[in-house]
């Protein structure tokens, strides 16, 4: 037996309505039916994406997910310098400024629990 790959990323966070909220108001992503009543999954592809409350006995520190970055694709070119623009206007914390890069238009910021998230143009 051996492991495929990656199929399925949650973040565990801390106040599951306004991560959920973060994630398709500010970002874009939409809401999969289902999904059990603890999490809120997204119709992301080709990986599956969600955000949860934390496992029992799980404290989040106040910047989890250290040393793990979470990339984000856009859909069209130059929509990550956009979404950037917008999300630094509203006061979202950008951790590294717009930049190509062999990904396409690349940038950072930080999620309402202090994941590092970086989107990239396709």
Same mark, same amino acid.
């Given at each position: 037996?051996?492991?495929?790959?990656?199929?399925?990323?949650?973040?565990?966070v801390?106040?599951?309505?306004?991560?959920?909220?973060?994630?398709?108001? $500010?970002? #874009?992503?939409?809401?999969?039916p289902? #999904?059990?009543?603890?999490?809120?999954?997204?119709?992301?592809?080709p990986?599956?994406?969600?955000?949860?409350?934390p496992?029992?006995?799980?404290?989040?520190?106040? $910047?989890? #997910?250290?040393?793990?970055?979470?990339?984000?694709?856009?859909?069209?070119?130059?929509?990550?310098? $956009?979404?950037?623009?917008?999300?630094?206007?509203?006061?979202?914390?950008?951790?590294?400024?717009?930049?190509?890069?062999?990904?396409? $238009?690349?940038?950072?910021?930080?999620?309402p629990?202090?994941?590092?998230?970086?989107?990239?143009?396709?």
């Open positions: 037996m051996s492991v495929t790959g990656i199929d399925f990323v949650a973040l565990q801390r106040d599951l309505a306004r991560s959920a909220e973060f994630y398709e108001k $500010r970002l #874009g992503l939409k809401r999969a289902g #999904g059990p009543p603890n999490a809120v999954v997204f119709a992301t592809e990986i599956a994406f969600a955000v949860r409350e496992l029992p006995g799980v404290e989040l520190p106040e $910047r989890p #997910g250290t040393g793990v970055v979470l990339w984000l694709a856009t859909a069209a070119a130059g929509d990550a310098q $956009r979404l950037h623009d917008d999300l630094k206007a509203d006061g979202v914390p950008i951790v590294a400024a717009p930049a190509d890069s062999p990904f396409g $238009r690349t940038f950072s910021l930080a999620d629990d202090g994941y590092v998230i970086t989107i990239h143009d396709r």
